[in-house]
Nanobody
Framework: QVQVVESGGGLVQAGGSLRLSCAAS????????MGWYRQAPGKQRELVAIITNSGTTTYADSVKGRSTVSRDNAKNTVYLQMNSLKPEDTAVYYC???????????????WGQGTQVTVSS
């Protein structure tokens, strides 16, 4: 089994910064992409940023230029540095990892429980 655990959320004023962390643990043979999604009240979950195991990154237009996604493959950990935060960034942020448990199995998607980010104006 694979566990995905986020940390680093909290309350911050507009213009401030936060760094989210997410670690995958358990029976892991290989991890493909790791990434961040968010869901605001009354809205659908949306992509924030993802990074592949080769380091290719993708960002939502809404955070491009203000956020940086990175990963430590040795620690199975992904980070999201968010700067110049806006009230509209307020949401629950979820980590997602695409994992193979062993060489015989295919890729599976695992989600964390989410961490709340609240940006006050």
């Amino acid at each position: 089994q694979v566990q995905v655990v986020e940390s680093g959320g909290g309350l911050v004023q507009a213009g401030g910064s936060l760094r989210l962390s997410c670690a995958a643990s358990g029976t892991i043979y290989s991890i493909n992409s790791m990434g961040w999604y968010r869901q605001a009240p009354g809205k659908q979950r949306e992509l924030v940023a993802i990074i592949t195991n080769s380091g290719t990154t993708t960002y939502a237009d809404s955070v491009k230029g203000r956020s940086t996604v990175s990963r430590d493959n040795a620690k199975n950990t992904v980070y999201l540095q968010m700067n110049s935060l806006k009230p509209e960034d307020t949401a629950v942020y979820y980590c997602n990892s695409i994992v193979r448990a062993d060489s015989r199995n295919g890729w599976q998607s695992y989600w964390g429980q989410g961490t709340q980010v609240t940006v006050s104006s």
